[in-house]
């Protein structure tokens, strides 16, 4: 009867724990396609995009292309900046935290900010710095899904 008693205290133990709400994973709301608003000038029209994926507890991996459409295509080609992929991690506080370099032919920017989501959109406050004369700048960039 003392073996029955402890066995069905341990089994209301186990469901009690199983029933539990796991913790989220704080990557959730990023997981999507983002865009930003269309930037325009007078000779193009740039774009960027955002896609990102779940790739472990509270990371995400983010694939970035940058769009260029000439208006002028006589004179300025449109392309699209290749596309890169750098993995993240969401922190305590629901912020996607950015440390990543892009490299291109000429040089190397790294990034380092934050990116969180304020009422549906992702907002990224970035400082790219630049490889070849070390010149730092500072943005906030708005995506939407």
């Given at each position: 009867m003392?073996?029955?008693?402890?066995?069905?205290?341990?089994?209301?133990?186990?469901l009690?724990?199983c029933?539990k709400d796991?913790?989220?994973d704080?990557?959730?709301?990023?997981?999507?396609?983002?865009?930003?608003?269309?930037?325009d000038?007078?000779?193009?029209?740039?774009?960027?995009?955002?896609?990102?994926?779940?790739?472990?507890?509270?990371?995400?991996?983010?694939?970035t292309t940058?769009?260029?459409?000439?208006?002028?295509?006589?004179?300025i080609?449109?392309?699209?900046?290749?596309?890169q992929?750098?993995?993240?991690?969401?922190?305590?506080?629901?912020d996607?935290?950015?440390?990543y370099?892009r490299?291109?032919?000429?040089?190397?920017?790294?990034?380092a900010?934050?990116?969180?989501?304020?009422?549906g959109k992702?907002?990224?406050?970035?400082?790219?710095?630049?490889?070849?004369?070390?010149?730092?700048?500072?943005?906030?960039?708005?995506?939407?899904?």
């Amino acid at each position: 009867m003392k073996q029955q008693i402890v066995s069905l205290i341990a089994c209301v133990l186990l469901l009690a724990a199983c029933s539990k709400d796991p913790k989220p994973d704080r990557a959730t709301p990023f997981i999507g396609s983002w865009r930003t608003e269309l930037a325009d000038s007078s000779f193009v029209t740039f774009q960027t995009f955002w896609k990102i994926e779940r790739s472990g507890p509270n990371m995400v991996k983010i694939a970035t292309t940058d769009s260029v459409v000439s208006r002028m295509e006589d004179f300025i080609p449109s392309f699209a900046v290749e596309r890169q992929v750098y993995n993240v991690r969401i922190d305590e506080s629901d912020d996607m935290i950015l440390n990543y370099s892009r490299a291109s032919p000429s040089t190397i920017f790294t990034y380092a900010g934050t990116a969180s989501i304020v009422d549906g959109k992702l907002i990224a406050k970035i400082q790219e710095t630049s490889g070849i004369d070390g010149s730092t700048w500072s943005k906030t960039t708005v995506f939407h899904k």
